[in-house]
Structures are given as C-alpha cells and as structure tokens.
C-alpha cells in the first residue's frame, strides 16, 4: 500500500512561522518514534502494564486508563458481553449509555475556553426540522479557514455541547472558523436524518461565509468516531451532489464499516477496549433501521461500501492498532490513495479506541493533536498559531460546575 502526503504551500502570511512548523513537524515524528520504541522495550515490564491477555498489548502510557473506561459501561454491558442489545432493550438503556459515555473536556486549558462561541438554530434539509449548530471562534475581519464538526458516539450517544472546549482549543490553534453540529441520533433517527442534518450545517456554512468572515474554498470536515464517519459519508455525499466543494477530510479512528464484527469479525485481541464488535453491531443497527452487516444497506449510509473513491478530499486518517477500527480504516486509506486521493494515514501499536479522551495527557495524545493540527494546516495553507501547544496540553481540570 502506497500512501502520499499531501500540503498546500502556505500563503506569505505564514512564511515567518513556517520553519518552526516544520522543525515542531519533526519533534512529532520523532515523539510517535520515540512512543512506539517505548511500548517495544516495554514489553517485559508487567509492572507497566496490564495483565496478560488482549490487554496486555496496550501501550504503556495508556494502560492505566483502560479499566477506566470499561468501567464507565452499564452493568448490563459488562454482565452479558456475548448478549447482543435488543432495539426494546438499547431504548431502555439510552438514557444510562448517554450519560455514561458523554465527554470529558474538563481537562482543557482556560485560555482556549475563553475562545467566542455561540449555539444557534438553521433551517434543515427539505422536508426534516431545524438543526441546532454551535459556532466556534468567530472573529472580526479576515478570510479564514473553516471546519464542519461532527462529534463521536457511535451514532447513539454524544452532542456537539460537550466537544466545544476541544473545538475552542483547534479553532484557537488554527486561527479558524469552527461549525460542530447538533444532528439527530440513532435510533430515534435512522439514516439518512443525521445525513441530511450535516448536510444542511455545511450548506448554512458555505452560504455564510461572508457572515462568519469564512474563505468558502477552504471548507474541511471532521469528526472523530462515529463523527469520522458522519465526516466520510458527508464528503461522499458533497462529491455526488456536487454543490459544495470539500477542502479537505479529517478523520481519526473513523466508524466506516457495518461490517465490521458482524460479517467481519475481528481477531481476539482487536477492539477489546472502549468500543467492541457488540458495541459496533449495536450502533450500525441503530444507524440502519436492520442488522448490522446485512448483504443490502441503503445507499451512501456505509462509506467502506463505496465503490468509486475518486474526487473525494484529502485525507488525514489516525487509528491505533488495537482499535476495532484497524482493519477497516487501513482498507479505507488503501483505497482513497488507490483511487489517487492524497491521504496521510497515521498508525500507532498499542493504541485502543478513545484513547484521546481516556489519557488526554499522554504522550501519544499529544502527539496525535500535534499531527492533526500540523495536518490540517497545511491543508488551509496556513501555520498553526505559534503558541498551539499551549492550547492543546491539558492543564488541571476544571471543577464541575
């Protein structure tokens, strides 16, 4: 598999801060080097890591927070780990999940949450209602980049609420505009509701650029987890309509593939931790309105079941090598770069699903913030702010208000 790398030169604006770029670039190669080599010579010290099994492959900066997030899962889950979730019981179960799996942003620096935000409601897609958006880092004056959010949660769970600390962090770091957007969960909503929900948020985007202050070409979507998917199928959606142009894509441990789990089964020490197969085949479901995995899904609702990848955007694509995820996100980069689309895959072992969240101050959260920025700057043709790290290493938490 061959994988390009894309960049866009920067704009003259950005010359005096472009070698800092280049020689912090450097600094995250070598600290994802440097991460893989400990998790390599690490592999005798059972003191740093878990027990032996599938656990015991995790990367030792992460290992503390797995039981962590295995424990923030409803008893039913752990109590019956073969029993795959009936719709009557998941819509029982909704309210318990939502408030267990929701975001944890309190680790946020003060300075990036002092970034302007606003929520607000636009008109949705014909024939569907209204789609509540947050707006994140509008300013006076400019031209400047935007991303289009979608937040993670397995098409279940989530809101966009509680990722706007993260998102005031990027917005800060990449000087731009940022739109997360509020759209409709499963199973309340079966595809193609929350399609059209995002779909609507980039056309309000593209249509107030004068407003925002916002260069309409340089238009990116993003979205993590079930938020990468919602961002793949958005793209996908975008290219065959043809209205809107799409910058770029960025997308870290991406939901692509109903398959995955069902028809698909991963290896035993695959996607233990944080998001599993009955985890998967629960959100797909969920999703699709029929079992995950199925031989027909409607149309657009799958991007690993795209046929034609060509004119999609640049990529950026990160996922660990523990995660449920792996195989499907590798054969999705595969064949954006076979399809002659730039993509900059990034694979790092040890790493499990949610990482980010589960150890916001590790090393290799930080390294990965450190790439997306970098990433999705060239893409603007920009730099990042020269103080980003600052905005994107957590500090103490904040108390709970």
């Given at each position: 598999m061959?994988?390009?790398?894309?960049?866009?030169?920067?704009?003259?604006?950005?010359?005096?801060?472009?070698?800092?770029?280049?020689?912090?670039?450097?600094?995250?190669?070598?600290?994802?080097r440097?991460?893989?080599?400990?998790?390599?010579?690490?592999?005798?010290n059972?003191?740093?890591?878990?027990?032996?099994?599938?656990?015991s492959?995790?990367?030792?900066?992460?290992?503390?927070?797995?039981q962590?997030?295995?424990?923030?899962?409803?008893?039913?889950?752990?109590?019956?780990?073969?029993?795959?979730?009936?719709?009557?019981?998941?819509?029982?179960?909704?309210?318990?999940?939502?408030?267990?799996w929701?975001?944890?942003?309190?680790?946020?620096?003060?300075?990036?949450r002092a970034?302007?935000?606003?929520?607000?409601?636009?008109?949705?897609?014909?024939?569907?209602?209204?789609?509540?958006?947050?707006?994140?880092?509008?300013?006076p004056?400019?031209?400047?980049?935007?991303i289009?959010?979608?937040?993670?949660?397995?098409?279940?769970?989530?809101?966009?609420?509680?990722?706007?600390?993260?998102?005031?962090?990027?917005?800060?770091?990449?000087d731009?505009?940022?739109?997360?957007?509020?759209?409709?969960?499963?199973?309340?909503?079966?595809?193609?509701?929350?399609?059209?929900?995002?779909?609507?948020?980039?056309?309000?985007?593209?249509?107030?650029?004068?407003?925002?202050?916002?260069?309409?070409?340089?238009?990116?979507?993003?979205?993590?987890?079930?938020?990468?998917?919602?961002?793949?199928m958005?793209?996908?959606?975008?290219?065959?309509?043809?209205?809107?142009?799409?910058?770029?894509?960025?997308?870290?441990?991406?939901?692509?593939?109903?398959?995955?789990?069902?028809?698909?089964?991963?290896?035993?020490?695959i996607?233990?931790?944080?998001?599993t197969?009955?985890?998967?085949?629960?959100?797909?479901?969920?999703?699709?309105?029929?079992?995950?995995?199925?031989?027909?899904?409607?149309?657009?609702?799958?991007?690993?079941?795209?046929?034609?990848?060509?004119?999609?955007p640049?990529?950026?694509?990160?996922?660990?090598?523990?995660?449920?995820?792996v195989?499907?996100?590798?054969?999705?980069?595969?064949?954006?770069?076979?399809?002659?689309?730039?993509?900059?895959?990034?694979?790092?072992?040890?790493?499990y699903?949610?990482?980010?969240?589960?150890?916001?101050?590790?090393?290799?959260?930080?390294?990965?913030?450190?790439?997306?920025?970098q990433?999705?700057?060239?893409?603007?043709?920009?730099?990042?702010?020269?103080?980003?790290?600052?905005?994107?290493?957590?500090?103490n938490?904040?108390?709970?208000?």
């Amino acid at each position: 598999m061959r994988l390009a790398r894309w960049a866009v030169q920067p704009s003259s604006s950005a010359a005096a801060l472009l070698k800092k770029t280049r020689r912090s670039a450097f600094s995250t190669i070598q600290t994802e080097r440097q991460s893989a080599m400990a998790f390599q010579s690490d592999a005798g010290n059972t003191k740093a890591r878990p027990p032996a099994g599938a656990d015991s492959l995790v990367h030792p900066e992460l290992a503390e927070a797995c039981q962590a997030l295995k424990d923030r899962d409803p008893a039913i889950l752990r109590s019956s780990p073969d029993h795959d979730v009936t719709a009557t019981e998941l819509s029982a179960l909704l309210p318990e999940l939502r408030r267990a799996w929701a975001a944890d942003t309190s680790h946020v620096p003060l300075v990036a949450r002092a970034v302007p935000f606003a929520y607000r409601l636009i008109p949705g897609s014909p024939g569907n209602p209204d789609v509540g958006i947050y707006i994140v880092g509008v300013g006076p004056g400019g031209s400047r980049p935007a991303i289009l959010h979608m937040h993670g949660g397995g098409f279940i769970v989530g809101s966009a609420a509680e990722y706007v600390p993260l998102l005031q962090a990027q917005a800060l770091a990449l000087d731009c505009v940022i739109v997360s957007v509020e759209y409709r969960l499963a199973p309340e909503t079966r595809y193609p509701g929350s399609l059209e929900d995002n779909y609507a948020a980039l056309r309000w985007l593209y249509t107030s650029c004068e407003e925002l202050g916002v260069d309409r070409l340089r238009i990116a979507v993003q979205g993590e987890s079930a938020g990468g998917g919602h961002a793949a199928m958005l793209a996908i959606a975008a290219r065959d309509r043809g209205e809107i142009p799409i910058l770029f894509q960025c997308l870290t441990y991406p939901m692509l593939d109903d398959r995955t789990g069902s028809s698909k089964p991963a290896p035993a020490h695959i996607g233990t931790i944080c998001w599993t197969e009955k985890y998967n085949r629960m959100g797909w479901s969920a999703l699709l309105g029929m079992e995950a995995g199925s031989a027909a899904v409607p149309k657009g609702a799958v991007p690993a079941r795209l046929e034609d990848f060509s004119g999609l955007p640049p990529t950026f694509l990160w996922v660990g090598s523990i995660d449920l995820f792996v195989s499907e996100n590798l054969e999705y980069a595969h064949r954006l770069a076979e399809a002659g689309v730039p993509t900059e895959l990034h694979l790092l072992p040890g790493v499990y699903h949610g990482f980010d969240g589960a150890a916001p101050a590790s090393a290799v959260t930080l390294s990965y913030k450190t790439a997306l920025i970098q990433s999705m700057a060239r893409a603007f043709g920009t730099a990042p702010h020269s103080s980003y790290l600052e905005f994107i290493t957590p500090t103490n938490r904040v108390p709970s208000q």
